[in-house]
């Protein structure tokens, strides 16, 4: 929404913004965690993916880089049990790297997609975090 805010007004605190969310999702947030696989100092490497596990089946690949976890959720989540070594943690500090933590390492299209989307725009626009 913010890189379209930027495309139709011109304003560069929409672009500004959208670079500042990509800073978030690359480490720059309360746990210093980077939520994309294979980028930034802390990076998430454990996914919870039928695609890539395996931490759970060797026979499996790794994810690969650039794939992005769901991060830091404090919310209960409809269908899924809660975790209760995140209980009582500040919201953005609700998230654990690990397979089997399916609140907060799930991958999938909604949010990889609109990943690749603001990588491409910021790298275009000349504001890539």
């Not at 690359?26 to 939520?35: D, F």
């Not at 975790?83 to 500090?93: I, M």
């Amino acid at each position: 929404m913010l890189a379209i805010a930027h495309e139709l007004t011109g304003a560069e605190t929409f672009r500004d913004a959208t670079a500042e969310g990509m800073e978030y999702l690359l480490g720059r947030n309360a746990l210093g965690q980077s939520y994309v696989t294979g980028y930034g100092t802390d990076d998430t490497r454990h996914l919870r993916t039928r695609q890539f596990g395996h931490d759970l089946d060797p026979a499996m690949p790794p994810p690969p880089p650039g794939a992005l976890a769901g991060g830091a959720n404090s919310l209960p989540t409809p269908g899924w049990p809660p975790d209760p070594r995140l209980a009582g943690r500040p919201p953005q500090c609700c998230y654990l790297d690990e397979p089997t933590s399916e609140t907060t390492t799930d991958i999938c299209i909604r949010w990889n997609a609109p990943l690749a989307y603001v990588a491409a725009y910021l790298t275009l626009t000349g504001a890539a975090a």
